[in-house]
């Protein structure tokens, strides 16, 4: 069977809680040991009673055990029942401590049933390091047990006082137990928005959390306005660089980007090299999708002059083309059992590269299809740039003409630039 991220996190992090359980209780037991054996010799004295043999016996038993599971799971070595085991033998040492050592007042009815009340929820929090929700069901478990073969055993605890303890220790299991699956709760959510804010903007991954809107696995049909971009003779422009160069120049400009996208809401579906791909519309459907498409297109060559001059000592100044096309495609987490990737495919997705690669052809910035211009157009909007018709064209794999248009702003700055 596939283990997913998820449960391999949670598997590491049940080792980790495991260590802090067995050193809290290698430590707690061990203080208590050495306090025992120097009371027996009569070195210390820190109670009215003095440990017997029986004390010691329980109390090396306990040190063994503990002493074991600390090197066990130091070791990183970890199954899935090893808490069970453990929880099993704290409160079966617990119980053995509570009905044969000497140092527990049994002959004091209401003190001892408290003592015992403090034990069981003492194993009970020190369970709750773990996270676990089996582990606390069933620490809760042997909570409400524990005490009943005690006082099973000795018979001397009425009716009333036993559905009060049981009554008074069940509120604190439900909540410790509300406590752990809280926790657990918070984590998996914390793991799963740090792995969205890869892709989404993270006032985006907060709105998707608001409407609970799925990212599970699986695909569906939808509308959104692609945006393609890519740099300009980036192979000529990284001979010159050394590797690491290479690698800091493209994480400057594709961080800058990104920046830039995400600021106009749009998710990235991936960085192919020095190219992104970028779809308004999904996760989540607005009415300016394809407004934001192009703002977005025009903001990122005004960010690119930004670039350009950090980066003087370049040839030529860094250019780049960008493509938008809007379209149906099919979107959601697709990909193996082992690897999922939230992105779009469909012929709408090769259009937009296609449209993206005329923009050399044309010696024009940015290039909108037919269907964005509709779109843009739909939706009754005036903005401060201008769209002129530049050509119809058959592209690549397309049996069907499609009206292109340039988009710029009313200086045609950026335009001038990328036709020299």
């Known amino acids: 069977m596939t283990i997913s991220v998820v449960d391999k996190i949670l598997t590491e992090h049940e080792l980790q809680n495991e260590k802090k359980v067995a050193i809290v209780r290698f430590s707690f037991i061990g203080i208590f040991w050495i306090l025992d054996f120097f009371a027996f010799f009569n070195i210390v004295s820190y109670s009215k009673t003095t440990p017997n043999i029986v004390t010691l016996v ?88 524990s005490p009943l073969g005690i006082s099973i055993y000795f018979g001397n605890i009425s009716a009333t006082d036993l559905i009060s303890y049981f009554i008074a220790l069940s509120v604190m299991l439900i909540i410790g137990y509300s406590i752990t699956t809280s926790n657990k709760k918070m984590m998996i959510e914390a793991n799963t928005k740090k792995m969205m804010e890869r892709y989404l903007p993270h006032q985006l991954v907060g709105e998707l959390y608001k409407q609970n809107v799925s990212l599970e696995p699986g695909g569906k049909n939808q509308k959104v306005t692609i945006l393609f971009s890519d740099i300009r003779s980036f192979t000529s422009i990284s001979e010159s660089m050394s590797a690491e160069d290479v690698v800091s120049f493209l994480n400057d400009y594709l961080s800058r ?98 449209i993206e690669g005329l923009t050399q052809y044309y010696k024009c910035p940015v290039l909108i299809t037919q269907t964005t211009y509709d779109e843009l157009h739909k939706e009754g909007i005036t903005d401060s740039f201008h ?8 592209v690549k794999g397309k049996s069907k003409s499609i009206r292109i248009y340039e988009v710029m702003y009313f200086d045609n700055e950026d335009t001038a630039a990328f036709a020299s």
């Open 58 to 145: 329980l109390d090396v038993v306990f040190v063994l055990y503990s002493t074991i599971v600390l090197i066990i799971v130091l070791k990183n070595i970890y199954f899935v029942y090893l808490k069970f085991f453990t929880i099993s033998f704290d409160y079966f040492i617990t119980t053995m401590m509570l009905l044969f050592d000497p140092m527990i007042p049994r002959d004091q009815g209401p003190v001892f049933y408290w003592i015992a009340l403090i034990a069981v929820l003492f194993l009970f929090l020190l369970n709750l390091l773990r996270y676990s929700r089996s582990g606390t069901i069933y620490a809760g478990i042997l909570s409400l047990l």
């Open 257 to 354: 980007m990104t920046d830039v996208i995400f600021s106009n809401q749009g998710t990235i579906d991936k960085f192919i090299g020095d190219a992104i791909m970028t779809i308004f519309g999904a996760p989540i459907k607005r009415d300016d999708d394809a407004l934001r498409a192009v703002r977005t297109a025009l903001s990122m060559h005004q960010a690119l002059k930004g670039f350009n001059r950090k980066y003087p000592h370049l040839k030529k100044p860094l250019e780049i083309g960008i493509g938008i096309h809007t379209g149906d495609v099919i979107i959601g987490n697709i990909g193996s059992d082992k690897r999922l990737d939230y992105t779009v495919i469909g012929d709408n997705v090769n259009l937009t590269s296609r």
């Open 387 to 394: 769209i002129r018709e530049v050509d119809t064209v058959i």
